[in-house]
Each structure stands twice: as structure tokens, then as C-alpha cells.
């Protein structure tokens, strides 16, 4: 008999779950609170649970969705880059990013990317398959577990389009920021996406108080096409108009992410597109250094797409027509853990 996965099951989920086993329905938030906030790994140690009870679980239900196979530390920055299996055996990468005054963990929601931005190595794995809401929420749990700090915030920009992964990642979401789950408050989560407009709208619609983050990179359709294949769907405009919508539902400042290539997005005219961008909603930039991926991608755009070095001459450019514009660190660079560095090498050698 195959068993239940309890990580991943909502509150109302496991209130169904254990008034069909014929139990009271108050152990769903006992078991809740033990999956989440207590984050134990061993149903023997839900102790008001009766034993009876335990031992009911033990035959018919799992509790941990990822197995930890190794995790490499940054030298530079102590950035920690994890690497977890899951159960049918597909990979997935997380990574934790260490500052003084939080500690972000950047969470995986798709085995691979269908995406395929060229500037990124996940997109050279082909996309395998969608991650549960418990592969998601487990993610949090298993990287606490050998992280010192307690993780504060959230990003949902590691391998995958979170967008394309929208019921799960909704699910995941409510008991990450559940009072009786994990307890990371709402507006301490990011989801970036490539921008796909009616996905946008519909997160909007779900009405969770989260961050939002584009994927911009360039307001050059034609270069975004290159650098971004799905662009041949998606005009700027039509997200533009989604990330209006958003921000008019959800009243949370927009972040744009923006990956400075030499020659090809960083002269005067991209700053002053930027500037008319910026007029639009209230929003931040986040400036990236473009992080080689050619030890997986092969694509002949690559010859063209090199690290600008006018990384703080651009941002102060931004910065004097009154935009707030951050400068995004290169942690984990040295272990191939910074922005666009997550693969896994070794599907894709085989």
C-alpha cells in the first residue's frame, strides 16, 4: 500500500485526513504543528498524540519528502549550496545565503525549467517534472536543520518557473506562513517569474501578501527573445499590464532583476527605458552580475553575453533619477550556487 504524504497537506487537508481515519479533528493542528513548527522527522515524537494513534501513522503515512545528499559551503561568503533527492529519485538544488541581518533561503519549485533562459544552467536540464507542495515546504525544513541561524526570508528563484507550479506553490506558501507551520511571515517571500502575464493575475487573485519579482533583464523585445525564448509570447506590455494588476491588488512595491550584459543592456538609452519603467508602479531594481554558465550551456549566444563592467556606473545612473536600486552580491559564485548557477551536472552528463 502506498503511502500518504502528510508534508505538504494544509491544515484543512489534515482535518480530512484524520476524520476519515476516524479520529478527533484537533489532532490535525497537533500533527500540523509537529510536521511545521516543531519539525520533527520521527512520528515518535508527536508525545500527545496516543500510541495508538502513532502507530496508525507509521503504516499508512510518510513525513519526509527530500533526502539531504551533500551540501558545499562558500569560502568566500558562507553560502550554502544543498543538494536533495527526491523520492523517485530526480534531484533538486536549494541554496542558503547568509547576511548580517537575515538569513534567505532560495527554494527550487520545478525539477529542471521549461523555460530555457539562455543565460541560465538550469534550462539545460529540460524540465522533468513540477515539485509537490511538500517537496517545496520540505526544502525549508531540511535546510534549517543544518543551518545555525533560523531562516528568515524566502525566494522562490532557484531551479524552475515558480509561476508554472502556481497550485503547489500557493499550498507551500500557506504553511510556510501559517502561525501553527513555519511562521516566515508573508511579506519575507519573493516569487520571481520569467513574467508570464495571466499567472501573474492569477497569483494576484489568490491574494497572497507576497513579493513579486520580474525577470527583466532588458525593455529590447527583440534582445529579450533571444535571451528569453517564451518572450516571443509574452510582449513587454502585456506584463507590464500584469504587474499593474498585481500591484493594484496586492499594493507591495515590484521588484525588477536585471542582468547587466556588456554592450547589449547597459548603455545610457537601457537606463533611460528603465527610468520610464520605473514610473509605472512603485518598484525596486536588483542589478546582477551575469555568472558564467558555460561549464553546462553550449548555446551560441553565450560568444555574446559577457559580464558588463559598468555594474556601479549603471545602478548610479538609476540611482539619480530617484529609483531605488540594489546592487544584487555574487554569493555562492565559488561553488556555483549565485543566480542562474543551479544544475544538476550530473543528469545532465549522463
Keep these: ?158 531551479m524552475g518557473e515558480p509561476l508554472l507550479n502556481l497550485k503547489n506553490l500557493l499550498k507551500a506558501i500557506d504553511i510556510i506562513t501559517s502561525n501553527d507551520g513555519i511562521r516566515i511571515g508573508s511579506r519575507k517571500i519573493t516569487i520571481s517569474t520569467v513574467g508570464l502575464p495571466d499567472k501573474i493575475k492569477e497569483l494576484a487573485d489568490a491574494g497572497r501578501k507576497v513579493k513579486l519579482a520580474i525577470s527583466l533583464h532588458t525593455l529590447n523585445e527583440d534582445l529579450r527573445k533571444k535571451l528569453i525564448p517564451i518572450a516571443n509570447r509574452y510582449p513587454i506590455q502585456s506584463i507590464i499590464e500584469a504587474v499593474k494588476y498585481y500591484y493594484n491588488k496586492i499594493g507591495l512595491r515590484i521588484t525588477y532583476e536585471y542582468i547587466l550584459f556588456e554592450g547589449l543592456n547597459d548603455t545610457d538609452e537601457d537606463v533611460k527605458k528603465l527610468v520610464e519603467l520605473a514610473k509605472i508602479v512603485p518598484c525596486k531594481i536588483n542589478i546582477l552580475k551575469f555568472h558564467p554558465v558555460d561549464f553546462i550551456r553550449k548555446d551560441p549566444i553565450l560568444k555574446n553575453l559577457k559580464p558588463s563592467k559598468r555594474l556601479e556606473e549603471f545602478a548610479q545612473r538609476l540611482r539619480e533619477n530617484n529609483l531605488t536600486v540594489f546592487i544584487r552580491s555574487n554569493a555562492g559564485e565559488d561553488i556555483k550556487a549565485a543566480c542562474g548557477q543551479l544544475a544538476i551536472l550530473t543528469e545532465i552528463q549522463n
Design 1 to 158: 500500500m502506498k503511502k500518504v504524504s502528510l508534508k505538504g497537506l494544509t491544515l484543512p487537508e489534515l482535518e480530512n485526513f484524520v476524520v476519515e481515519l476516524g479520529w478527533e479533528k484537533y489532532r490535525a493542528r497537533q500533527i500540523f504543528k509537529w510536521l511545521y513548527n516543531k519539525q520533527i522527522d520521527d512520528l515518535s515524537k508527536m508525545t500527545d498524540l496516543p500510541k495508538s494513534y502513532k502507530e496508525k501513522l507509521a503504516q499508512s503515512v510518510d513525513i519526509n519528502e527530500l533526502k539531504l545528499l551533500t551540501f558545499e559551503r562558500s569560502d568566500c561568503d558562507g553560502t550554502i549550496k544543498l543538494l536533495f533527492e527526491l523520492k523517485d529519485g530526480e534531484k533538486i538544488e536549494s541554496v542558503l545565503i547568509p547576511d548580517q541581518s537575515r538569513l534567505t533561503l532560495c527554494i527550487s519549485t520545478q525539477v529542471g525549467c521549461p523555460i530555457d533562459c539562455k543565460f541560465c544552467a538550469t534550462g539545460a536540464m529540460g524540465f522533468m517534472r513540477n515539485l509537490t507542495a511538500g517537496e517545496i515546504v520540505d526544502q525549508v525544513i531540511q535546510s534549517q536543520k543544518i543551518s545555525e541561524r533560523r531562516i528568515t526570508n524566502i525566494v522562490f528563484m532557484g
